[in-house]
């Protein structure tokens, strides 16, 4: 009986948490961001922790003692990583760090001083440049031998390519060489057991202030800050609702090809594109789109940044400027096609494989000689890598997967960036210029190619630079998510499918359909698809024709993904499940039972 009480006095504790956190967040839409909360800690960052419970957490301190949890906690960043392994955990006090950026915070400003010092940080590029560290990028398996002077990584490129190991210097801060040789082996996350958890709890953990690391108050928090959030803003996607209902698969299979007919789903092609803005250039400062290529060419990313790079230059007066480095100046026709009015080439030897280094030092200098508005990349493997170093080394402020960009009535440049789970946007304002920033692929519309322009094409100085991180060799791996890009339709997998076993099943419908497959994080996360399949916040942004939900429950982060999708198709056994009001049409049944009749009633 005891027990019984126990599990009711949790589940009501727990009740009274989530309805605390679902009020928290009422009351975060309701009003304008004001100056007690101008801050990541408080608003835009939430998102990203909200699916460990984070939300409910700091809703809960924040209600008894005005703050977010302290790193020290338990269950907070210093308590983790002892859990994970930490010898020396410390915690930073946050008494004058909490409202900031990034950059903006003790560790991020301190670690080059303080190695072995934890919290909350930069990023690890952001900390490496700092530091000055050499950095092999999206490192996806290690090896811990590598010979004297350094050890191996391997690191997976855009799509599913693995680039090749890379060797490392002894004086990088992770994965020095050992000793003996292992082979290659997976680098995934590993979360600590309970038993790792509770031994951590007696672990000391020391405290350390802005002075502690020898900085400046002015320094941190949000005096130091290179961004600030200028407001948040609540966004909802309009969609129908409606829902099919009946007991035989095969007649709401036939229901739904009949009602996306009405609805003209298969009438006409995709998603019309608008056309590059007329404008002259002025001599103002110029909007940069730092290029990006793969096997078959401009990647659609630096198509889409051009494309809104145009429409920002019309208000801003400058020209539009694409930067290729370690490519020749062949590629200035497709840039030019895009929406670039110059091209800026950067050739040299050891810069046509990316290297982090080599290539930071060639953004960082341009940047300096040239001094652009703004600067933008793609949010990939690339950009995410690429942006955060060299944003650090010039000390400029740095918006990471935005997902659109305006200009406010000041014409200052407002990056958008998502929280909550996609359901409120914060506009991101930088202090500095220029302003930078990474924008997810798929979430801006690429113009329509005008083949009628042409690009000045300019080649600029390398800086003279020391490798030293060294390509190895690099190898080529099919990619079967690419086809997520440009699909008319694409079949959307979740853990309601059941289990690896269904995927066959449903490849052979996709392949009748001529449709793609895509995942939610839980199904890539298990292993039963790659992560390149993966659509939502933290994977791929598609937009295709149709869009069918197989198992999927319908979470704010898997939705952010499917904002320009023009049509979605739910199916599922729980009529309460959350993607039916995100959804144009619903089906309430065993997707196993309707996927038979699917493809014929799709092409019919």
């Known amino acids: 009986m005891s027990s019984i009480r126990a599990a ?70 210093a308590h983790h990583g002892a859990a994970r392994g930490a010898r020396r955990p410390r915690a930073l006090s946050r008494a004058r760090c909490r409202p900031s950026d990034s950059p903006a915070r003790p560790s991020a400003r301190g670690l080059r001083h303080a190695r072995h010092r934890s919290g909350a940080g930069g990023g690890g590029p952001a900390r490496g440049a700092r530091r000055r560290a050499p950095r092999a990028r999206q490192r996806g398996c290690r090896d811990r031998a590598g010979g004297p002077g350094g050890g191996r990584a391997a690191r997976l490129a855009a799509g599913d390519r693995r680039a090749p190991p890379e060797r490392r210097p002894r004086d990088a801060p992770v994965h020095r060489g050992a000793g003996g040789r292992r082979r290659l082996r997976d680098a995934r996350e590993r979360f600590p057991t309970k038993t790792e958890r509770q031994a951590a709890a007696t672990k000391p953990i020391a405290t350390l202030g802005v002075a502690d690391l020898g900085l400046a108050p002015g320094a941190v928090g949000l005096a130091g800050s290179p961004t600030e959030v200028a407001t948040i803003e609540h966004v909802e996607v309009a969609r129908r609702g409606e829902v099919l ?155 990471g997967d935005a997902i659109d960009l305006d200009l406010d009535a000041e014409g200052r440049v407002r990056q958008h960036k998502p929280a909550f789970g996609g359901t409120i946007v914060a506009p991101i304002l930088s202090r500095t210029r220029p302003e930078m920033a990474t924008v997810r692929p798929g979430m801006l519309r690429p113009a329509e190619p005008d083949a009628s322009r042409r690009a000045v094409v300019e080649k600029i ?45 449903i490849r052979q419908v996709a392949e009748r359909l001529g449709a793609a497959i895509g995942a939610t994080r839980e199904v890539t996360d298990a292993g039963w698809l790659p992560k390149q399949h993966q659509v939502g916040l933290t994977g791929r942004a598609i937009a295709p024709r149709l869009y069918v939900a197989l198992g999927v429950s319908g979470a704010m982060e898997h939705l952010v993904g499917l904002r320009r999708a023009a049509t979605i198709v739910a199916v599922n056994t729980n009529p309460k499940a959350p993607i039916f009001k995100a959804a144009d049409l619903g089906v309430v049944a065993d997707w196993a039972a309707v996927l038979p009749h699917l493809g014929a009633a799709l092409r019919a």
């Open 8 to 77: 009711f006095s949790i589940r009501a504790r727990c009740g009274e948490r989530r309805a605390h956190a679902d009020r928290r967040l009422r009351q975060v839409r309701a009003r304008p961001l004001g100056p007690p909360l101008r801050s990541r800690d408080a608003a835009a960052g939430a998102g990203g922790s909200a699916g460990r419970g984070e939300l409910v957490r700091r809703a809960g301190a924040r209600r008894r003692r005005g703050a977010p949890p302290d790193a020290r906690r338990r269950g907070g960043g």
């Open 245 to 399: 209902a009946g007991d035989s698969p095969e007649a709401l299979a036939r229901a739904l090809g009949e009602r996306l007919r009405g609805l003209g789903v298969f009438d006409g092609a995709r998603e019309k594109r608008q056309r590059l803005p007329v404008r002259t250039p002025a001599a103002a400062a110029a909007v940069w789109v730092v290029a990006e290529f793969g096997p078959r060419g401009v990647r659609p990313v630096t198509a889409e940044l051009l494309a809104k790079a145009a429409v920002l230059a019309v208000e801003l007066g400058g020209p539009v400027e694409a930067l290729v480095i370690g490519r020749s100046a062949a590629e200035a026709p497709a840039l030019a096609a895009a929406g670039a009015d110059r091209v800026l080439v950067a050739e040299g030897p050891g810069l046509d494989s990316y290297t982090t280094d080599a290539h930071a030092a060639v953004l960082a200098e341009a940047i300096r000689a040239r001094a652009p508005r703004l600067v933008l990349l793609g949010s990939t493997a690339l950009g995410r890598d690429l942006a955060p170093r060299v944003a650090a080394r010039l000390g400029l402020g740095l918006t």
């Open 461 to 505: 100085p390398v800086p003279a630079h020391a490798p030293r991180v060294e390509v190895v060799r690099r190898e080529l791996l099919p990619d079967a998510a690419a086809a997520l890009d440009s699909a008319a339709v694409v079949l959307g997998v979740g853990k309601g499918i059941g289990g690896p076993e269904a995927l066959p099943a």
